[in-house]
C-alpha cells in the first residue's frame, strides 16, 4: 500500500491554540489534499496542495508541503470546539491517477 | 443540487446475504468513487468510474463485489454472499473533470454484517 502515515495519531488541545499534524508518504505525487471528517459522517475537502507548492493558505488552515522531505503539515490556528474531527491526508500519484490514497488519520480533540 | 448522497445510510445484514448500496453524485460530476473504511482506519479505494465505464478495480474488490454505473449517472455497490469481515462504511465520492481534483463525499452507508 502506498499509504501515508499521519502523526499524532492523537491530539487534544484547548480552544484558541493551535493544532499541527503531520504527515508522511511513500512515492511522489501529484498532489496531496487534506479531508475532514466528523464522527460517523462522509469526509469534508479542506485545502489541495500541488507537488510544486510549498504553502498554501485558506481560511485558518495553512498546509506545507515538503516534497524532498514527502512529508506535509496542516496547521490550524486559534482552533474551537467545532474542529474537533477526525484529519486525513490524501494523496494522488502519478499524472493520471485518479483515486485518493489516505493515510491513517489525526483526531483532533478541541476541548471548550 | 445537495450534494453526493448515499442510501441506504446503514444496512444490517445476516452474513451469506447479498446487499446492494446506492450513490447518486454530484450531477454534473463525471467521476464517481466507491471506497470502504473500517473503524480507525483512512477510506481505502475499491473502485473508480469515468461517466458510465469502470476504468479501475482495486485488488480489494474481490469477486463478491460489483459495482455498476449504467448511465453515468447514479451507481450502484452490490456484495454478494456477505461475510462478516465486509462489515464497513462504505462511501461515495464524485469530481469533475481533471485528474487529482478535489472529491465530493456522500455520507457513506454503514453495514454491518451479523
Known amino acids: 500500500s502506498q499509504q501515508g502515515e499521519e502523526d499524532p495519531q492523537a491530539l487534544s488541545i484547548q480552544e484558541g491554540e493551535n493544532a499541527t499534524m503531520n504527515c508522511s508518504y511513500k512515492t511522489s505525487i501529484n498532489n496531496l489534499q487534506w479531508y475532514r471528517q466528523n464522527s460517523g459522517r462522509g469526509l469534508v475537502h479542506l485545502i489541495l496542495?500541488?507537488?510544486?507548492?510549498r504553502e498554501k493558505h485558506s481560511g485558518r488552515l495553512r498546509v506545507t508541503l515538503d516534497t524532498s522531505k514527502k512529508s506535509s503539515s496542516l496547521l490550524i490556528t486559534a482552533s474551537r470546539a467545532a474542529d474537533t474531527a477526525s484529519y486525513f491526508c490524501a494523496t494522488v500519484f502519478g499524472s493520471s491517477a485518479r483515486q485518493l490514497t489516505f493515510g491513517s488519520g489525526t483526531q483532533l480533540t478541541v476541548l471548550p | 443540487d445537495t450534494g453526493v448522497s448515499q442510501n441506504p445510510r446503514h444496512k444490517i445484514t445476516k452474513r451469506g446475504q447479498n446487499v446492494t448500496f446506492r450513490c447518486d453524485p454530484i450531477s454534473e460530476h463525471n467521476r464517481l468513487y466507491w471506497y470502504r473504511q473500517t473503524l480507525g482506519q483512512g477510506p481505502e479505494f475499491l473502485t473508480y468510474f469515468q461517466n458510465e465505464a469502470q476504468l479501475e478495480k482495486s485488488r480489494l474488490l474481490s469477486d463478491r463485489f460489483s459495482a455498476e454505473r449504467p448511465k453515468g449517472s447514479f451507481s450502484t455497490l452490490e456484495i454478494q454472499r456477505t461475510e462478516q469481515g465486509d462489515s464497513a462504511m462504505y462511501l461515495c465520492?464524485?469530481?469533475?473533470?481533471?485528474?487529482?481534483?478535489?472529491?465530493?463525499f456522500g455520507p457513506g452507508t454503514r453495514l454491518t454484517v451479523l
Open positions: 465520492a464524485s469530481s469533475f473533470l481533471a485528474a487529482g481534483n478535489e472529491q465530493f
Open positions: 496542495i500541488r507537488s510544486n507548492e
